[in-house]
């Protein structure tokens, strides 16, 4: 008899015959006829494996599952490895190669070893470098400076991880470094192991250009709102200056010279400090840093406060019996206190309460000093508080300040190493907080420039200005005491007068930048000449490293603006020990 074998039949006698084809065959009540050794393992960890058609994993590999019913009521489950499609495949890949091709953006593959195993035509255009410069070859784009950089970064993406927009410099090959945002990935075979990397680098040269002329049109901006309050305030206080100094020439009677005298001193003062505020706001203020008690320093600044504030302003302490030591400079430390003052007192124009605190406090396991200024005023906004610090900002009105007081206080802090912070809410009243390192050491004591101080009788003195306005005041206040001034306008004319003089040389007092030769080179060369002469080096630089060039070859400095009780006191100390010159 005529045997007929239905196309089930073929299915699993066509599989049975395929090598790799694994089959499951059960009777019509599911009892197994045949299973596959393979399938048979598989089927130990996971008894549902077949339950349904589809597509399984096992081995590193896909397999289809699919179910045929036989006439005798057998079922019979094939498991056959899954082909890829190779016509889809090969579409597939030439559309990728024509997206890299095209693409604007560089687009390079590297291997374990960082060898260039791909690379695109923009690289070329980007980089200058062609295909057959580069492949196989060590990848070329990173400059020197960036190594260590870019290979924790190679290292972390081929142990898996990429990375998008990382912002970095790469070399052309013409040298020139240009600016890229850089996206990669691993490379990975099919049974997932890397053994690459892919990257993808857009050349941004010209949007952080752009980026840094914005930047720069910011800053324009923020200078010309900055002349802007500054010549607002050194217009009065010229004002003031010009007016009295006319009237000192038109009516020079003892009551218009002394009232005269006193105007234009307070108008220089406040002239002083608005200068220091603006570098204390920049940063570029010389601080005049020694160990202060800070304790001490508010004492000796809330003492002065009741003239500053008025009396319908309750002035509360309560300082820390810790020690409250501090590298700072004490007059600037006063100014950030009579500055967070003067703001309270504006916020309480009907009287209030003034509290400065301190306490000590650990920060990061290092002891700090905390200052608290808290009033009980009207309090600002979160927007105002926002905009504090910046320099000209202000609610007041035009007379009532510059705006730069608390800008100036956020620059002293910064520079005396702390830290500035303000909780404040409408009608609640503000407080400022201000926290600097504490230092072990204790403050020196200093003695009162306001005292008088003779100079010392008969000494001879170089006097080196540039300025002839200067020069002359200088001279007119050295030449007391039977004192012999020897000036010039520069270092190499007077150390032609320090060669030419054959008498002795007491004491140098020179500016620092002069033309020519400053009085850093100049007092190096008299230290050699006249090795027994004081040296004084005075300047009024903000720029501490020009202020204070020459400092190794000099006993003392001196600050511009001064007073004349200050020079008096720097000289008297000076000459005081002088071992005469010969």
């Known amino acids: 008899m005529k045997t007929t074998t239905t196309k089930p039949m073929n299915d699993l006698l066509s599989a049975m015959a395929v090598s790799d084809a694994l089959v499951y065959l059960t009777d019509a009540t599911g009892n197994t006829i045949f299973v596959s050794d393979q399938l048979k393992l598989w089927l130990q960890s996971d008894t549902q494996l077949l339950s349904s058609e589809g597509i399984i994993k096992r081995a590193d590999r896909h397999w289809t599952v699919r179910h045929h019913n036989l006439p005798n009521g057998q079922i019979a489950r094939i498991v056959c490895p899954k082909e890829p499609d190779d016509r889809a495949l090969l579409e597939k890949s030439h559309i990728l190669e024509a997206l890299v091709e095209a693409a604007p953006v560089a687009i390079l593959t590297l291997d374990l070893d960082m060898r260039v195993t791909m690379w695109n035509p923009a690289c070329e255009k980007i980089f200058g470098w062609s295909e057959r410069e580069v492949l196989g070859q060590p990848y070329p784009l990173v400059p020197e400076d960036e190594w260590s950089r870019f290979e924790g970064f190679y290292k972390t993406v081929i142990e898996g991880q990429g990375f998008t927009g990382v912002e970095a410099e790469r070399t052309r090959k013409d040298g020139k470094r240009i600016f890229t945002a850089i996206s ?40 010309g709102r900055f002349a802007g309050g500054v010549a607002h305030d050194f217009n009065n206080i010229l004002t003031v200056i010009l007016s009295y100094a006319e009237t000192l020439l038109e009516q020079p009677n003892a009551t218009m010279v002394s009232q005269a005298g006193e105007a234009i001193q307070h108008s220089c003062t406040q ?45 509360r302490t309560d300082l820390t019996a810790n020690e409250a030591w501090i590298q700072a400079d004490p007059s600037m430390i006063e100014q950030v206190i009579m500055n967070l003052a003067t703001n309270a007192r504006d916020a309480m124009p009907n009287g209030g309460q003034l509290s400065l605190s301190t306490v ?18 009207c309090g600002m906004d979160q927007q105002t508080i926002a905009r504090i ?13 510059s705006g730069l007081g608390l800008a100036s206080v956020h ?64 001279i007119n206040m050295l030449q007391v005491n039977e004192n012999r001034v020897l000036s010039a306008g520069d270092g190499i004319e007077a150390l032609e007068i320090a060669s030419a003089y054959d008498g002795k040389i007491d004491l140098l007092l020179t500016d620092v930048v002069m033309p020519r030769m400053g009085g850093g080179e100049l007092a190096r060369r008299l230290r050699r000449l006249r090795p027994a002469t004081k040296i004084i080096l005075m300047s009024g630089y903000a720029d501490e490293e020009l202020a204070t060039q020459g400092m190794e070859a000099a006993d003392h400095f001196l600050h511009k603006p001064f007073r004349s009780s200050q020079v008096r006191e720097i000289i008297d100390k000076a000459l005081r020990t002088v071992e005469r010159a010969v």
């Open 271 to 315: 002239a002083t400090a608005l200068t220091q505020q603006l570098l204390a706001f920049s940063k570029r203020q010389v601080m005049r840093v020694e160990t202060v008690d800070l304790n001490a320093v508010i004492l000796a600044t809330v003492s002065m406060l009741d003239r500053l504030i008025g009396t319908d302003i309750i002035i």
């Open 184 to 223: 990669t990935a691993p490379i990975r075979r099919g049974n997932n192991e890397i053994v690459g990397a892919m990257a993808v680098l857009e050349e941004i040269t010209e949007r952080k250009q752009l980026e840094a002329r914005v930047e720069q049109s910011a800053r324009l901006e923020s200078i």
């Open 360 to 377: 000590r406090r650990q920060v990061d396991g290092a002891p700090w000093i905390q200052l608290s200024v808290a009033d009980t005023g």
């Open 411 to 474: 620059g002293i802090v910064q520079q005396s190493g702390g830290e500035v912070d303000v909780a404040s809410n409408l009608g609640a009243g503000t407080t400022v907080y201000i926290t600097i390192p504490v230092s072990g050491a204790p403050a020196q004591s200093g003695r009162d420039l306001d005292s008088p101080v003779p100079i010392s009788i008969g000494a001879t003195i170089l006097l080196v200005e540039d300025n002839q306005q200067v020069r002359d005041m200088l």
């Open 389 to 401: 610090f910046e320099p000209f900002f202000t609610t007041k009105p035009a007379e009532k300040g």
